[in-house]
């Protein structure tokens, strides 16, 4: 777990954010960990940090998403941190590949975006989940597979986001991944 705590911490000690909402974002994550030892494991029902990908095709046109079913849209990959990853880029490709059944994912370790918002989880009471967000390409055909924690999932083209979509947070991810 203090893998899991302080590669967290370095990476958004690296985090370039690209505005002060970002960079405050990142310092209230840096001073949650800091004082929150178990806050990257859901098991801190104040607030933990979570992983999620924006996965994109390899020629950047399209990017793949999940019909959540507790947020009832159109959402990244991600979720909770498990005892068993070693760092938060293992988790974020952990739940990449859970969420979408493809193996050979690329991971950039770069953060990407950030994001805090609360929900009431697995935990069964309300808590607030601390986003860390990465971009992750797909191979060249990659084959997806719904998991049992998605009502659905499908590759959308990137300037056509379904209507449903969390279109704020996903056009700011699918911007900034078009950046790099």
Same mark, same amino acid.
């Given at each position: 777990?203090?893998?899991?705590?302080?590669?967290?911490? +370095?990476?958004?000690?690296?985090?370039?954010?690209?505005?002060?909402?970002? +960079?405050?974002?990142?310092?209230?994550?840096?001073? *949650?960990? $800091?004082?929150?030892?178990?806050?990257?494991?859901?098991?801190?029902?104040? #607030?933990?940090? &979570? $992983?999620?990908?924006?996965?994109?095709?390899?020629?950047?046109?399209?990017?793949?998403? &999940?019909?959540?079913?507790?947020?009832?849209?159109?959402?990244?990959?991600? #979720?909770? =941190?498990?005892?068993?990853?070693?760092?938060? *880029?293992?988790?974020?490709?952990?739940?990449?590949?859970?969420?979408? #059944?493809?193996?050979?994912?690329?991971?950039?370790?770069?953060?990407?975006?950030?994001?805090?918002?609360?929900?009431? =989880?697995?935990?069964?009471?309300? &808590?607030?989940?601390l986003d860390v967000r990465f971009l992750i390409l797909a191979?060249?055909?990659?084959?997806?597979?719904?998991?049992?924690?998605?009502? +659905?999932?499908?590759?959308?083209?990137?300037?056509?986001?379904?209507?449903? $979509?969390?279109?704020? &947070?996903v056009q700011q991810m699918v911007d900034l991944a078009l950046?790099?």
């Open positions: 777990m203090t893998s899991l705590h302080q590669s967290t911490m +370095d990476a958004l000690a690296h985090y370039v954010a690209p505005t002060a909402e970002q +960079d405050s974002v990142r310092h209230t994550m840096l001073a *949650f960990l $800091a004082a929150s030892p178990d806050g990257c494991l859901r098991r801190n029902a104040p #607030g933990h940090i &979570t $992983a999620s990908s924006l996965i994109l095709s390899p020629d950047r046109t399209e990017v793949l998403l &999940t019909l959540h079913p507790k947020v009832g849209r159109w959402i990244q990959l991600g #979720g909770h =941190c498990e005892e068993t990853d070693h760092t938060i *880029f293992d988790a974020a490709l952990r739940e990449a590949r859970e969420e979408s #059944g493809i193996n050979d994912l690329q991971l950039d370790t770069k953060v990407l975006a950030l994001h805090t918002h609360p929900i009431t =989880c697995s935990l069964g009471v309300p &808590t607030r989940h191979p060249q055909g990659a084959e997806i597979s719904r998991s049992s924690e998605s009502d +659905d999932l499908r590759w959308w083209p990137i300037n056509a986001l379904p209507p449903n $979509a969390e279109h704020d &947070t950046r790099r």
